[in-house]
């Protein structure tokens, strides 16, 4: 769809919500730059002897607030623009939820899918030692994004663990349960969504059941948005994933498209349904639409096609900012990436506190956690829409910058 730089979107973001506070110019100009961007190039045996190169990143935008935090994703397009602007969406975003982290992002430009599972392996125990000068559980924490998942994660944990000679469970989450994971992390992103959506839906006067929902993506966050979502009654009238979508206003019956997906690899093998582009599914009759796929899906080119009353962006940086401010002035309430998405971190942080202290809670209780942190960020964020009178996404943006900016008030600049 748009060829926007990500990138351009985070700061340009940033810098509205900057001019909009008076925000000081040195903070300004902090912020405004990455901390730490590190740029690798490393080889890897494919299965048939060859050897390739291929090209990864590690970059932490801020680290005032506590360690760098953010997930690596495996993708053929991923450049080091869009790996800043995922690194400051993180810092934000863990400032939202107040937990006591900073923002990072890692990716490693692959097609994952033209891998064996033994080259991915070696690719990610490689890249893991590549950015291991910056990574540790004090230091810089990831996670799983896009095309990564739990395996990848206990690769990276086991690999920095072998160069450590100990075991150090802390250095990633997203781990599987086994090996020190939370309870409850596969489901955090959408889960966390759909505990914000709620308080959006009470605010629009708008039950849960029956309401239409519409979700671009159906990996992690879009697959667990469509359980969660359906099985709190809600309707699921259209789904899709990157080869395209179906679309059914009677609803989808979600254990059959997760058959299907499972099976066939695509939701388009869905039987009972209308054959979609992937884009489509965002101008769909619905009540609640949530972008669980890539950046820039909703631009100027379709920001007045979109029917649903809410937004609830489960991807980051779905909506470039022309469209907003369309969405704005059309009445529809987004709930941004940088609250909506914030589940997958808290339960990210969750799990972290668990490997440091070395005992593990129950499922109800990281669901019970994630809920409080889920709607205190949510009343947080609508009290300054409030008291400013401005858009969710800007009061969002003036909320996280107060926390980080107070934090290097705090410490001063060095030296
Ligand atoms: P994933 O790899 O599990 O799934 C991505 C899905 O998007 C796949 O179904 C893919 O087919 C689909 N897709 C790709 N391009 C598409 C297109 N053009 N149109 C429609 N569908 C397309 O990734 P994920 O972990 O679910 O992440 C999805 C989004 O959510 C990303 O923006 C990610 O940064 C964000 N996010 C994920 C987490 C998490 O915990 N997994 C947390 C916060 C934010």
Not at 36 to 62: A, C, K, S, W
Not at 210 to 228: D, E, L, T
Not at 241 to 249: A, E, K, Q
């Amino acid at each position: 769809m748009s060829t926007l730089n990500p990138w351009d979107v985070a700061r340009a973001q940033f810098f509205e919500a900057a001019d909009f506070m008076g925000l000081d110019e040195g903070y300004r100009k902090i912020l405004a730059h990455p901390k730490r961007e590190l740029i690798v190039h490393f080889p890897v045996q494919m299965d048939d002897g060859r050897v390739e190169v291929f090209t990864g990143y590690r970059v932490q935008h801020n680290i005032a607030r506590g360690p760098a935090k953010g997930g690596i994703r495996f993708a053929p397009d991923v450049n080091l623009d869009e790996v800043r602007a995922l690194a400051m969406w993180m810092t934000w975003k863990t400032a939202v939820v107040n937990i006591p982290y900073g923002g990072a992002k890692g990716g490693v430009r692959v097609d994952p899918h033209r891998l064996s599972p033994r080259e991915l392996e070696r690719l990610t125990r490689r890249f893991a030692t590549e950015i291991s000068i910056l990574i540790g559980p004090e230091r810089d924490i990831p996670a799983p994004d896009v095309n990564t998942n739990p395996q990848v994660m206990a690769w990276i944990m086991d690999t920095y663990s072998m160069h450590k000679g100990y075991s150090v469970p802390g250095v990633v989450t997203g781990k599987p349960v086994e090996i020190g994971g939370s309870k409850g992390r596969l489901e955090a992103t959408a889960l966390g969504s759909f505990y914000a959506t709620l308080e959006a839906l009470k605010r629009k006067n708008l039950p849960i059941e029956g309401a239409r929902v519409s979700i671009q993506g159906f990996g992690n966050a879009g697959q667990y948005a469509a359980r969660i979502f359906s099985g709190a009654g809600a309707r699921i009238v259209a789904v899709s994933d990157s080869r395209g979508g179906v679309v059914n206003p009677k609803g989808l019956d979600v254990q059959r498209l997760l058959e299907v997906k499972k099976n066939e690899g695509t939701v388009v093998a869905y039987e009972d349904g209308e054959k979609v582009g992937p884009a489509d599914v965002l101008e769909v009759d619905c009540d609640i639409l949530i972008p669980a796929a890539l950046e820039n899906q909703i631009t100027k080119d379709n920001a007045d096609k979109i029917q649903a009353k809410v937004v609830v962006e489960a991807a980051n940086g779905p909506t470039t900012p022309e469209a907003d401010r369309i969405l704005h002035e059309r009445g529809v309430l987004v709930l941004p990436d940088i609250l909506a998405n914030a589940g997958g971190v808290t339960v990210s942080y969750f799990e972290w506190v668990q490997d440091l202290y070395s005992f593990f809670w129950d499922h109800a209780r990281v669901r019970e956690e994630l809920r409080k942190v889920m709607e205190r960020a949510f009343h947080q964020v609508f009290d300054k829409v409030e008291h400013l009178n401005v858009h969710p996404r800007l009061a969002a943006y003036v909320l996280a910058i107060e926390r980080v900016v107070e934090a290097i008030k705090i410490r001063g600049i060095y030296p």
